[in-house]
T-cell receptor, first 111, second 115 residues
Framework: EDKVVQSPLSLVVHEGDTVTLNCSYEVTNFRSLLWYKQEKKAPTFLFMLTSSGIEKKSGRLSSILDKKELFSILNITATQTGDSAVYLCAVCPSGTYKYIFGTGTRLKVLA | DADVTQTPRNRITKTGKRIMLECSQTKGHDRMYWYRQDPGLGLRLIYYSFDVKDINKGEISDGYSVSRQAQAKFSLSLESAIPNQTALYFC??????????????FGPGTRLTVL
């Protein structure tokens, strides 16, 4: 059965800390892995990863994929209170395009 | 204006009632999806459609039906609502021909409560 597992489930840090969120997957016919940020509304796109070892960066956020070990990490440096959200990882398999989401990591950044 | 809209945004209904949730998009995407989100369970796929004539069940389609009236519209129906269908429902679109081929764009969500 295809699945995506995120860890930790929740995390509380202080402003300025660096956090690493994990996403591991078991999916038949992997095509891509996506990270989303969800505040109190709809998920918004952060990164799409298809190739191993290539880091995607956007400001203080970065992500990398390891297709051999079947996981991805999302790093956030110098965290701010505005980073508080649920971070979702999803895997898109080829063929069916039935996205599989993890349960998310709830991040709270304290001032 | 938002690219993906959902109506209603909030709905409270009673057990046994028929409910329709509507989704419209102006992105011109062929692919549309319906998800539900429950605390601790993430997003789960209910139905998806790759074009007007293509409808596919997701992992939790029982108790739901859909209609793709046009490329821009995808409706989700609960024929006879039950309390465990209380959840946050999201519509999403994606464009396989775009630069970010697998990125999904989500509507604002519909919070449904079944009493």
């Amino acid at each position: 059965e295809d699945k995506v597992v995120q860890s930790p489930l929740s995390l509380v840090v202080h402003e300025g800390d660096t956090v690493t969120l994990n996403c591991s997957y078991e999916v038949t016919n992997f095509r891509s892995l996506l990270w989303y940020k969800q505040e109190k509304k709809a998920p918004t796109f952060l990164f799409m990863l298809t190739s191993s070892g290539i880091e995607k960066k956007s400001g203080r956020l970065s992500s990398i994929l390891d297709k051999k070990e079947l996981f991805s990490i999302l790093n956030i440096t110098a965290t701010q209170t505005g980073d508080s959200a649920v971070y979702l990882c999803a895997v898109c398999p080829s063929g069916t395009y039935k996205y599989i989401f993890g349960t998310g990591t709830r991040l709270k950044v304290l001032a | 204006d938002a690219d993906v809209t959902q109506t209603p945004r909030n709905r409270i209904t009673k057990t046994g009632k028929r409910i329709m949730l509507e989704c419209s998009q102006t992105k011109g995407h062929d692919r549309m999806y319906w998800y539900r989100q429950d605390p601790g369970l993430g997003l789960r796929l209910i139905y998806y459609s790759f074009d007007v004539k293509d409808i596919n069940k997701g992992e939790i389609s029982d108790g739901y039906s859909v209609s793709r009236q046009a490329q821009a519209k995808f409706s989700l129906s609960l024929e006879s609502a039950i309390p465990n269908q209380t959840a946050l429902y999201f519509c999403a679109t994606s464009d396989p021909s775009g630069r970010r081929t697998d990125t999904q764009y989500f509507g604002p969500g519909t919070r449904l409560t079944v009493l």
